[in-house]
């Protein structure tokens, strides 16, 4: 069986070495792809540690291989994962929850957060009608979870005035548009502070009523 690997010595001159010009530093072992047939560096194939060999197309040889073939299967390979999801979803999850993936994927995501936003991007731009099916897919199929989240975040931005909240309060009493309402700063921490006052005058009056009622024994 004929080999597809071959070495390359790789020699630079030695100025400290009087006898000989020449000197071996490295050997770099290739291979040669069975698809596009050239000599390639090692790094540039994949390596199954399970089976301890270099697979025989390089790496984008084989991508776009799987590329190809997902395109023509796009159906079974849709299948296939769903199966491969519900059978490993437990141990996916449970892995997730340790600290040290934990730590790795809020690395990643830290590093490559303005790439991963760029692409999804474009991708909901290509793909409008999709995104539209699947929000309305999800929104259908979770609407009793998305009003109870509705609903905590009102009241949490009720209870600390934010930005959203005092914008509002502002449109619903002038009618003005919340855009041009977003453009005035000054205006929303106004009646913020308008907004701070009429609570503290409620909490007030209650604590003088509580105390101007009268026991009885």
């Known amino acids: 069986m004929q080999s597809h690997f071959s070495k390359e010595v790789i020699i630079i001159p030695n100025e400290h070495d009087q006898c000989s010009s020449e000197t071996p530093v490295n050997s770099i072992e290739t291979?040669?792809?069975?698809?596009?047939?050239?000599?390639?560096?090692?790094?540039?194939?994949?390596?199954?540690?399970d089976k301890g060999y270099y697979i025989a197309k390089c790496k984008l040889c084989l991508n776009n291989s799987n590329k190809e073939y997902n395109k023509n299967n796009r159906d079974k390979e849709r299948l296939r994962g769903q199966r491969s999801y519900t059978k490993h979803r437990v141990s996916r999850l449970e892995s997730k929850q340790t600290p040290k993936v934990k730590l790795a994927r809020k690395g990643y995501y830290s590093k490559k957060s303005e790439e991963i936003n760029s692409s999804l991007k474009k991708w909901r731009d290509e793909n409008p009608i999709v995104v539209k099916t699947?929000?309305?897919?999800?929104?259908?199929?979770f609407s009793e979870k998305i009003k109870q989240y509705k609903k905590a975040d009102f009241q949490k931005s009720k209870e600390k005035l934010t930005d959203a909240y005092v914008v509002n309060r502002i449109h619903s009493v002038t009618k003005t548009d919340k855009d041009i309402i977003r453009q005035h700063p000054d205006i929303i921490e106004e009646y913020r502070y308008k907004l701070k006052i009429v609570r503290s005058l409620k909490e007030f009056n209650k604590t003088i009523n509580q105390k101007q009622q009268p026991c009885y024994q």
Do not use: M, Q, S, V
């Open 31 to 49: 291979k040669t792809c069975t698809k596009c047939g050239n000599d390639k560096l090692l790094k540039d194939f994949r390596f199954r540690k």
């Open 134 to 141: 699947k929000r309305k897919e999800h929104r259908a199929k």
